[in-house]
């Protein structure tokens, strides 16, 4: 890989692994993009970090995941019961192959052995397997319940969270990386907690005990093993570590490399019109790159412990063979008890290889345990205020008191904004791209707090107001649809969950929607999947409309609400949105000037200022900035 290109990846995996700056996005509708689109607002929140290195509270996450085990404190116990139980009988078994072999097969006395006597200890014998196969199976199931209940508290409450995030939380993270960590960080987490728990229980007890009847048999050959211990230990921590640093980097860029995916998918169409594709394969192939080569050595130093310690075991193994046959011949020792201790000895390398097999697992799981505790770490919209009122019923009087916002403190959106809207007016708001039109509709909505000023709501600070009262008397609809896995009736009534299907159908009409719906093959009972991919632009639209119309709110935000619709069906809808806006505070923000003309007031705003108010004639009159923006002398940017 080139510098350049190497520069390139990097920027992605800064970009995709957490996304970088953008203007707010929210409400119902979905998001709203600022300057320059999506990540480009100026000015917009920053990015943190959010986890996705190296384990750096190793401890503090071992012991919040073993908090999600505590309501199943007593399956683990009859787990870990079950494997004392199976390592019990598999030792018990193994050593049982020592008075087999010295009473029935080579007798030590020259005796003959009996036939029936040797059937008889091989039933024991396997019925002593019997009942450790018994117990693995009785364990297996246990964790693996143990482990899905775990994980079923762990996605419900990263999903609780994400639900109490603010939407400056969403506008400096990528969806691919936070669904990365629903998916594949969680599933890490699920094999730890199913296998590898229990794997490594069972091979700490499974080398405790082979270790006591290894002494029990003869204590020379277990120096003997007991010497390649540290040999062994020493080779298994090396490969530990660097495999613990290729396995968080692996995390972070399969992150990154989802992120890409959902995004490029996501705007495809944007992709072919501005003939991206090549880019766009460039892009994908660096990062790709980059997940391949974390991948290798991930699994590389993964994979090469079971070898490496494989072949010290073998080592062990023949070292043991050698001086336990010395010791049959000139020290009397049993062959019974060499062919058991020789079985002890890779018995007793097995469960450290197993064990060091597991390290990568652990530190795979952990890595991708931090990434999700990140996202549950993240601090939560700012709870109400001790005080803080719910508005019933909500008149829609709202004042903006020389209010300055940015977001960032030391970069100012909003400088000195003030403005009244009373129920049933218009309030329009014109002017440049990156003006600070779509901020104001924000700041009303509480999704960001401003720095200075005051909002009020029919005389009521809204930070006094409860943000759930406070959005529930806010309707909202956004140039950007978004529509949810459904029916046509079940997307209208997000608007409001409890209305019945006539006043659904009132939205619809009240939105000019009733007529295409009807012409659905199923009418309202239509499914719509893919964001609605079976409707045109204008059509998803219109669903947003009637949404927002079922709400009953009194203050309605209309953000660009018509820009998808043709100018036919625009003035087909008209009608119906002077019906919605009747009684409402209204504010609309529009780039098609002609549909602000009957607005009572309009505000135009530049570089975060309101430099002319007044309605469509007195602003014409006055021949200044919208006068041009109006007559196309000077083009909105």
């Given at each position: 890989m080139?510098?350049?290109?190497?520069?390139r990846?990097?920027?992605?995996?800064?970009?995709?692994?957490?996304?970088?700056?953008?203007?707010?996005?929210?409400?119902?509708?979905?998001?709203?993009?600022?300057?320059?689109?999506?990540?480009?607002?100026p000015?917009?929140?920053?990015?943190?970090?959010?986890g996705?290195?190296?384990p750096?509270?190793?401890?503090?996450?071992?012991?919040?995941?073993?908090?999600?085990?505590?309501?199943?404190?007593?399956?683990?116990?009859?787990?870990?019961?079950?494997?004392?139980?199976?390592?019990?009988?598999?030792?018990?078994?193994?050593?049982?192959?020592?008075?087999?072999?010295?009473?029935?097969?080579?007798?030590?006395?020259?005796?003959?052995?009996?036939?029936?006597?040797?059937?008889?200890?091989?039933?024991?014998?396997?019925a002593?397997?019997?009942?450790?196969?018994?117990?693995?199976?009785?364990?297996?199931?246990?964790?693996?319940?143990?482990?899905?209940?775990?994980?079923?508290?762990?996605?419900?409450?990263?999903?609780?969270?994400?639900?109490?995030?603010?939407?400056?939380?969403?506008?400096?993270?990528?969806?691919?990386?936070?669904?990365?960590?629903?998916?594949?960080?969680?599933?890490?987490?699920?094999?730890?907690?199913?296998?590898?728990?229990?794997?490594?229980?069972?091979?700490?007890?499974?080398?405790?005990?082979?270790?006591?009847?290894?002494?029990y048999?003869?204590?020379?050959?277990?120096?003997?093993?007991?010497?390649?211990?540290?040999?062994?230990?020493?080779?298994?921590?090396?490969?530990?570590?660097?495999?613990?640093?290729?396995?968080?980097?692996?995390?972070?860029?399969?992150?990154a490399?989802?992120?890409?995916?959902e995004?490029?998918?996501?705007?495809?169409?944007?992709?072919?019109?501005?003939?991206?594709?090549?880019?766009?394969?460039?892009?994908?192939?660096?990062?790709?790159?980059?997940?391949?080569?974390?991948?290798?050595?991930?699994?590389?130093?993964?994979?090469?412990?079971?070898?490496?310690?494989?072949?010290?075991?073998?080592?062990?193994?023949?070292?043991?063979?050698?001086?336990?046959?010395?010791?049959?011949?000139?020290?009397?020792?049993?062959?019974?008890?060499?062919?058991?201790?020789?079985?002890?000895?890779?018995?007793?390398?097995?469960?450290?290889?197993?064990?060091?097999?597991?390290?990568?697992?652990?530190?795979?799981?952990?890595?991708?345990?931090?990434?999700?505790?990140?996202?549950?770490?993240?601090?939560?919209e700012?709870?109400d205020?001790?005080?803080?009122?719910?508005?019933?019923?909500?008149?829609?009087?709202?004042?903006?008191?020389?209010?300055?916002?940015?977001?960032?403190?030391?970069?100012?959106?909003?400088?000195?904004?003030?403005?009244?809207?009373?129920?049933?007016?218009?309030?329009?708001?014109?002017?440049?791209?990156?003006?600070?039109?779509?901020?104001?509709?924000?700041?009303?909505?509480?999704?960001?707090?401003?720095?200075?000023?005051?909002?009020?709501?029919?005389?009521?600070?809204?930070?006094?107001?409860?943000?759930?009262?406070?959005?529930?008397?806010?309707?909202v609809?956004?140039?950007?649809?978004h529509?949810?896995?459904?029916?046509?009736?079940?997307?209208?009534?997000?608007?409001?969950?409890?209305?019945?299907?006539?006043?659904?159908?009132?939205?619809?009409?009240?939105?000019?929607?009733?007529?295409?719906?009807?012409?659905?093959?199923?009418?309202?009972?239509?499914?719509?999947?893919?964001?609605?991919?079976?409707?045109s632009?204008?059509?998803?639209?219109?669903?947003n409309?009637?949404?927002?119309?079922?709400?009953?709110?009194?203050?309605?935000?209309?953000?660009?609400?018509?820009?998808?619709?043709?100018?036919?069906?625009?003035?087909?809808i008209?009608?119906?949105?002077?019906?919605?806006?009747?009684?409402?505070?209204?504010?609309?923000?529009?780039?098609?000037?002609?549909?602000?003309?009957?607005?009572?007031?309009?505000?135009?705003?530049?570089?975060?200022?309101?430099?002319?108010?007044?309605?469509?004639?007195?602003?014409?009159?006055?021949?200044?900035?919208?006068?041009?923006?109006?007559?196309?002398?000077?083009?909105?940017?």
């Amino acid at each position: 890989m080139t510098p350049e290109q190497k520069n390139r990846m990097m920027s992605l995996k800064r970009r995709y692994g957490r996304k970088t700056a953008s203007t707010p996005t929210a409400g119902p509708g979905g998001p709203v993009h600022g300057p320059g689109g999506p990540g480009m607002g100026p000015g917009g929140p920053g990015r943190r970090p959010m986890g996705g290195g190296k384990p750096k509270h190793t401890g503090d996450t071992v012991r919040r995941l073993m908090a999600y085990l505590h309501e199943d404190t007593l399956r683990m116990c009859l787990a870990f019961g079950c494997v004392i139980l199976n390592t019990f009988g598999t030792l018990a078994g193994a050593y049982m192959l020592r008075p087999i072999i010295n009473t029935y097969i080579a007798p030590t006395d020259g005796s003959r052995g009996s036939a029936a006597g040797l059937a008889g200890a091989l039933m024991v014998m396997a019925a002593v397997y019997l009942v450790g196969v018994g117990a693995n199976y009785l364990q297996a199931k246990l964790m693996l319940t143990i482990a899905q209940n775990a994980l079923k508290k762990i996605r419900n409450e990263l999903f609780g969270k994400m639900q109490s995030l603010p939407v400056r939380f969403y506008d400096t993270n990528s969806n691919g990386d936070l669904m990365s960590r629903f998916t594949n960080d969680v599933d890490t987490i699920g094999q730890m907690l199913s296998n590898t728990l229990v794997q490594l229980f069972s091979g700490a007890l499974s080398i405790i005990g082979t270790l006591i009847l290894m002494l029990y048999t003869n204590i020379w050959l277990t120096i003997v093993t007991v010497v390649m211990i540290p040999l062994m230990m020493k080779a298994g921590g090396a490969v530990a570590r660097r495999s613990q640093k290729y396995f968080s980097a692996q995390q972070a860029s399969l992150g990154a490399l989802n992120g890409y995916i959902e995004e490029t998918i996501t705007g495809q169409k944007v992709v072919k019109v501005f003939c991206h594709e090549e880019t766009a394969q460039e892009e994908f192939e660096l990062l790709n790159r980059d997940l391949r080569e974390n991948q290798i050595r991930a699994q590389f130093f993964g994979g090469i412990m079971g070898p490496v310690m494989g072949n010290l075991s073998q080592v062990n193994y023949s070292l043991t063979a050698c001086i336990g046959g010395l010791l049959c011949i000139f020290r009397n020792f049993d062959v019974g008890g060499l062919t058991v201790f020789l079985n002890f000895s890779r018995q007793f390398s097995r469960p450290i290889n197993e064990i060091s097999m597991q390290v990568s697992s652990v530190f795979s799981a952990l890595a991708g345990a931090e990434r999700v505790f990140a996202v549950m770490d993240e601090e939560p919209e700012a709870a109400d205020d001790a005080d803080a009122v719910e508005l019933e019923p909500m008149q829609g009087h709202v004042i903006l008191d020389h209010v300055t916002f940015g977001y960032n403190p030391d970069k100012v959106i909003l400088k000195d904004i003030s403005l009244y809207a009373k129920p049933g007016q218009k309030i329009a708001f014109v002017g440049s791209t990156g003006a600070g039109k779509t901020t104001i509709t924000n700041l009303i909505n509480r999704f960001y707090d401003i720095q200075s000023g005051t909002i009020t709501i029919d005389g009521v600070d809204i930070r006094h107001i409860k943000r759930k009262n406070l959005r529930e008397n806010i309707a909202v609809v956004l140039q950007d649809t978004h529509l949810f896995t459904g029916t046509v009736r079940e997307n209208i009534r997000y608007g409001r969950l409890d209305a019945t299907d006539e006043e659904v159908i009132q939205a619809a009409k009240t939105a000019s929607a009733h007529s295409f719906i009807m012409r659905l093959p199923k009418g309202y009972d239509t499914m719509l999947e893919g964001d609605g991919a079976n409707l045109s632009q204008g059509q998803r639209q219109l669903l947003n409309i009637a949404r927002a119309a079922l709400s009953r709110a009194p203050i309605l935000i209309l953000d660009e609400a018509t820009s998808s619709v043709d100018t036919r069906t625009e003035k087909h809808i008209e009608h119906g949105m002077d019906r919605l806006m009747a009684d409402r505070t209204t504010f609309v923000i529009a780039h098609r000037l002609s549909t602000v003309r009957n607005a009572n007031a309009i505000m135009v705003l530049e570089k975060g200022e309101i430099i002319e108010r007044g309605d469509h004639d007195e602003l014409l009159a006055m021949k200044g900035r919208y006068y041009e923006l109006y007559t196309g002398v000077s083009e909105l940017e």
